[in-house]
């Protein structure tokens, strides 16, 4: 059973950077691919980032393109979302979740297993 646990969120002032952590259960990097979620208030989850096993490839929507960097240490068992030049379209709460396979894919079907989330408030 993959178990996720994201932290790492809170209230950041436009332009702020921040940093969110996936810390996964023992193995799930070896295999999964792992990809970052965020939601709005009404609004439906959409996916920013993922990354893939294997060949480490990173996936980026294009509203946060440029700004946000993913990473994983294997060691650790830990994905990263480093988040900069936030802007306040960026506030949601953020998930990370475990693909079925190695490879990302932008369909949330393709996901078995999610943590609890993480708010993320991008405020003056």
């Known amino acids: 059973q993959v178990q996720l646990v994201e932290s790492g969120g809170g209230l950041v002032q436009p332009g702020g950077s921040l940093k969110l952590s996936c810390k996964a259960s023992?193995?799930?990097?070896?295999?999964?691919?792992i990809g970052w979620f965020r939601q709005s208030l009404g609004k439906e989850r959409v996916r920013v980032s993922c990354?893939?096993?294997?060949?480490?490839?990173?996936y980026y929507a294009n509203s946060v393109k440029g700004r946000f960097t993913i990473s994983s240490d294997n060691a650790k068992d830990t994905v990263y979302l480093q988040m900069d030049s936030l802007k306040p379209e960026d506030t949601a709460t953020y998930y990370c979740?475990?693909?079925?396979?190695?490879?990302?894919?932008?369909?949330?079907?393709?996901?078995?297993?999610w943590g609890q989330g993480t708010q993320v408030t991008v405020s003056s």
């Open positions: 979740a475990a693909a079925r396979g190695p490879y990302c894919d932008d369909q949330i079907a393709h996901y078995s297993s």
């Open positions: 023992e193995f799930t990097l070896n295999y999964h691919a």
């Open positions: 990354i893939s096993r294997g060949t480490g490839s990173a």
